[in-house]
């Protein structure tokens, strides 16, 4: 919900019809302006990543900063050019605040903000022209309206710790019937009442302005399904990367640092690990099992994870060595799940050829990922998952991805070409710390240090929306 600004203007008639014509198209000029400068402003928010991401996570800020014009207007409302300047700019605040709900909600349901803002001007014409058009005395309405203005707040301030969503689908509707009802009071005060001078039109603007805000976000709920994705709306604002991989240690070999600098900046990484690695060797670490070696090394990559700023983890916990011999249906529709539960916009996992290593299980994990990639976006696959989780489709698909190795070099595997290289010089001590909590696989040390701590990270775009430029810097660059 927006918010609505009851102003104190004098109570006097206006004098003459050229007054009342004055005060009118002063004021529908400045609602209509206050809307373009509204879409400008979020359009503007939307080309800057960084206030787009900071607007998502600190909209009460934002909020508090957009109250600050709206104040200066009121107090300055018949100082012109004050006044509008502003007005325009609390309206430009409005649209960076409500730009990251805009845009998500048009990602999750392309065509919404034109259906609601279709049916916003429709509410605004035919309640306008009641207001217009009747003979009736509305100022009864403007204290009834304000009451339930009030026990729209309460009620809404309830439900942000109940987060029911019926209860939200109601909240809106009783959100459009509470200002539509404003609308119209204050369409009548405009044009019948008297109770604004022709210099009075910032305050009467404004009133309007903010009613159809109003009227416009509950409508948009209404047609997004209430709070029913809300958790996706709050998680879509942080970017968000999906990793999957064969063993643990494989996402710090691959994308420690990447992983680490997402994290820093605030992105969520899920990672997927289909093994618990209960076939590779100890380090020297005494362990009497294979089933003690997959415990030892699921604590391990926990831990990493802690260290990378993984959000969360997946282990289905599959046999190291053989995931190739899994059913396939299995594997993918376990990916397919992981990527319709976190909703990853990039995924990322291991190219064609298994890494430097090659890997058989690298092979089987890239084969099943990739699969899962397009799939998870189909309702058709894997619709058992969908009493649980809805399709998703991520916006790209990266493998990992290294320079041509030297003739005598070790390993001498290509990978598929880079598209992608990831600065990553000042996370590389929190690369090594997490490899280093992989303690069973400490003899692997010197070729983690050769072939891994680098500058930046190599990836290979795969599929999905293309990249801004032939080689970026960044797995989200251009979404």
Known sequence: MGFSYNPAVRTFPVRSGVERATLVRRTYALVFSSIVVT???????????????A????????????????????????????NLGFTFLFTFIEGIWISPLLVLYERMQPGVLGQAGFLTLTTFGVLSLYAI????????????????????????????????????LWLAAGTIFVFGGLLVFD???IVR?????????????????????????????????????????????????????????????????????????GERIDLFCATDGDAGKSSGIPVSSRAELAARRRVELTIASRILGIASLSTPG????????????????????????????????????????????????????????FLARLPTEYAGQLREVEPHAPARLYYGAWDPPAA????????????????????????????????????????????????????????????????????FEGL
């Open 55 to 82: 607007v998502g996570r600190h909209p009460f800020i934002t909020f508090i900063c957009a109250l600050v014009p709206l104040y200066m207007a009121m107090r300055n409302h018949r100082t012109f050019p004050q």
């Open 133 to 168: 058009l009747s003979r009736r005395d509305f100022s009864a309405w403007g204290g009834f309206f304000t009451i339930g203005l009030w026990v729209l707040i309460a009620t809404s301030l309830l439900n942000m710790f109940f987060r029911n969503p019926t209860a939200s």
């Open 318 to 373: 599959h046999g190291d060595g053989v995931l190739k011999e899994v059913d396939p249906e299995r594997l993918i529709g376990e990916i397919v799940l992981f990527i319709r539960r976190y909703r990853p916009d990039v995924v990322l996992t291991f190219g064609p050829e298994g890494a430097p290593t090659q890997h058989r299980d690298h092979r089987a994990i890239s084969r099943a990922a990739t699969a899962a990639f």
């Open 187 to 189: 369409t009548w005060r």
């Open 408 to 475: 005598k070099a070790e390993l001498l595997a290509l990978s598929v070409p880079i598209t992608c290289r990831v600065p990553i010089s000042e996370y590389l001590d929190i690369k090594r710390r997490a490899f280093l909590a992989h303690e069973t696989q400490r003899q692997h040390e010197a070729r983690f240090e050769e072939l891994t701590m680098l500058p930046a990270e190599r990836f290979a775009f795969a599929a999905g929306l293309p990249q801004p430029r032939p080689v970026t810097e960044g797995l």
């Open 39 to 53: 879409m400008l402003g979020a359009g503007f928010a939307v080309t800057q990543p960084a206030l787009f991401t």
């Open 193 to 265: 009442s008297g109770a604004y001078g022709e210099d009075d039109y910032v305050p009467a603007a404004v009133q309007i302005y903010l009613d159809l805000l109003n009227i416009f976000l509950a409508v948009l709920q209404l047609l997004g399904g209430g709070n029913r994705r809300s958790w996706r709306l709050t998680a879509a604002i942080v970017r968000r990367l999906g990793c999957v991989f064969a063993h643990p240690d494989d996402e710090t070999f691959c994308a420690g640092g990447t992983i680490a600098k997402l994290a820093a900046a």
